[in-house]
Antibody, heavy 118, light 110 residues
Framework: QVQLVQSGGGVVLPGGSLRLSCAVS????????MHWVRRAPGKGLEWVAA????????QYGDSVKGRFAVSRDNSRNTLYLQMNSLRPEDTAMYYC???????????WGQGTLVTVSS | QAGLTQPPSVSKGLRETATLTCTGD????????AAWLQQHQGHPPKLLFY???RRPSGISERFSASRSGTTVSLTITELQPDDEADYYC???????????FGGGTKLTVL
């Protein structure tokens, strides 16, 4: 049974930092690329970032480029999202989700809420 | 403007058929196809289709999908109350090298 278990959300001040984690089990993590996707209150889904299965390539959405960094530790089967210079508009539920070949977004974490507020 | 366009809302009656659309352009939907996802309130999204019309195991055959040019369509037959959800399309843009999600369509089953 595939499980993606997320942690690390919370409330942070504008300009602050936060790191999200996504622990993956039930699949060979090193074979899968991974995405981060978010949904702000009252809005739709937004792609945040992606990383290749071996960590060799990272991609970012325009709204987070230069502030967020995606990484992974294949020895720990864990995906990370380091979020810096956080803004109120980054307030959202953040999800990790898997990618293998043409099948993107097949498996999802439970989501973790990030609130950026003073 | 770059991105994917979906109608904000669709309403249909119980056991009717709903068809949702998503329009992109030649650098995303037109060349790469699209995925469809369903999201119920308070839950993570669920993949319904990838590569425009490939159904993962476990997805009901009441759901079907197709692509014509730069538009993908999701059709749901015999609508049930549990089909009431937000539906999103997603596509990779090979020119901008980003993933786009459509704005989502809220399906209401009357």
């Amino acid at each position: 049974q595939v499980q993606l278990v997320q942690s690390g959300g919370g409330v942070v001040l504008p300009g602050g930092s936060l790191r999200l984690s996504c622990a993956v089990s039930g699949l060979t993590f090193s074979n899968y690329g991974m995405h981060w996707v978010r949904r702000a209150p009252g809005k739709g889904l937004e792609w945040v970032a992606a990383i290749f299965n071996d960590g060799s390539n990272e991609q970012y959405g325009d709204s987070v480029k230069g502030r967020f960094a995606v990484s992974r530790d294949n020895s720990r089967n864990t995906l990370y999202l380091q979020m810096n210079s956080l803004r109120p508009e980054d307030t959202a539920m953040y999800y990790c989700t898997s990618w293998m070949g043409a099948s993107n977004f097949a498996n999802w974490g439970q989501g973790t809420l990030v609130t950026v507020s003073s | 403007q770059a991105g994917l366009t979906q109608p904000p809302s669709v309403s249909k009656g119980l056991r009717e058929t709903a068809t949702l659309t998503c329009t992109g352009d030649s650098t995303n939907v037109g060349s790469e196809g699209a995925a469809w996802l369903q999201q119920h309130q308070g839950h993570p999204p669920k993949l319904l289709f990838y590569r425009s019309n490939r159904r993962p195991s476990g997805i009901s055959e009441r759901f079907s999908a197709s692509r014509s040019g730069t538009t993908v369509s999701l059709t749901i037959t015999e609508l049930q109350p549990d089909d009431e959800a937000d539906y999103y399309c997603a596509a990779w843009d090979s020119s901008l090298r980003v993933w786009f999600f459509g704005g989502g369509t809220k399906l209401t089953v009357l």
